[in-house]
């Protein structure tokens, strides 16, 4: 069965450090893949999407993301991060042929000022 | 981007009443629906998917008689929680797609927060 994991519950970093946060997918194939942000009181916004091609994904807000086939993985980061970056996390994978979304179980990221 | 509406935000009931949660899209025609469940520090998880004029279609485990779903138009979707009980409490999701295509973006709304007492 296909499932989404993110090893990390809670990220702290300081506001100006970098950031990873990490995602694992189990796929027999290659999966669509996306990353979520959710604040309070806000919907899930859409950061990057992976279908395919180049594995490194510009996002909006100065997020990236890194697909790598060999590691199951999909990691996101950010060069710097910014204290109305802190928020909760999701990695999702949307396996081909179906629509539906398998979401991790979310990071939450705190940020020191 | 798309914008996504539900309505209420909160809402806390007695048990045994039922409750009914709206889903809107705002700015586009959502010919999908999905709504989703989430528990605190726990993952989303879908429940069931309702096209435009059709019955839901209901994961495994997700009791339909308990979880009415309602999409009569390509802006609205409701969720009515049948004789809600405690266990029911928790955070509902929905989203919204505008197409077929199975990779289309889904856009979400802010969630309801069920508490039922």
């Known amino acids: 069965a296909q499932s989404v994991t993110q090893p990390d519950i809670h990220i702290t970093v300081s506001e100006g450090a970098s950031l990873e946060l990490r995602c694992n997918y189990s796929?027999?194939?290659?999966?669509?893949l996306f990353w979520y942000v959710q604040s309070p009181g806000q919907g899930l916004q859409l950061l990057l999407k992976?279908?395919?091609?180049?594995?490194l994904v510009q996002g909006i807000k100065g997020f990236e993301a890194e697909f790598k086939r060999s590691q199951s993985s999909f990691n996101l980061r950010k060069p710097s991060v910014h204290w109305s970056d802190a928020a909760e996390y999701f990695c999702?994978?949307?396996?081909?042929?179906?629509?539906?979304?398998?979401f991790g179980t979310g990071t939450r990221l705190k940020v020191l000022a | 981007g798309a914008v996504v509406s539900q309505h209420p935000s909160r809402v806390i009931c007695k048990s045994g009443t039922s409750v009914k949660i709206e889903c809107r899209s705002l700015?586009?025609?959502?010919?999908?629906m999905f709504w989703y469940r989430q528990f605190p520090k726990q993952s989303l998880m879908l429940m069931a998917t309702?096209?435009?004029?059709?019955?839901?279609?209901?994961e495994q485990g997700v009791e339909k008689d308990k979880f009415l779903i309602n999409h009569a138009s390509l802006t609205l979707s409701t969720l009515t929680v049948t004789s809600a009980h405690p266990e029911d409490s928790s955070f509902y999701i929905c989203?919204?797609?505008?197409?077929?295509?199975?990779?289309?973006?889904?856009?979400f709304g802010p969630g309801t927060r069920l508490l039922v007492l």
């Open positions: 989203s919204a797609r505008g197409s077929l295509a199975a990779l289309e973006t889904q856009y």
């Open positions: 796929y027999g194939a290659t999966p669509y």
């Open positions: 992976y279908f395919s091609g180049d594995t």
């Open positions: 999702a994978v949307v396996t081909s042929g179906t629509y539906k979304y398998i």
């Open positions: 700015d586009f025609q959502a010919t999908t």
């Open positions: 309702s096209n435009e004029g059709s019955k839901a279609t209901y």
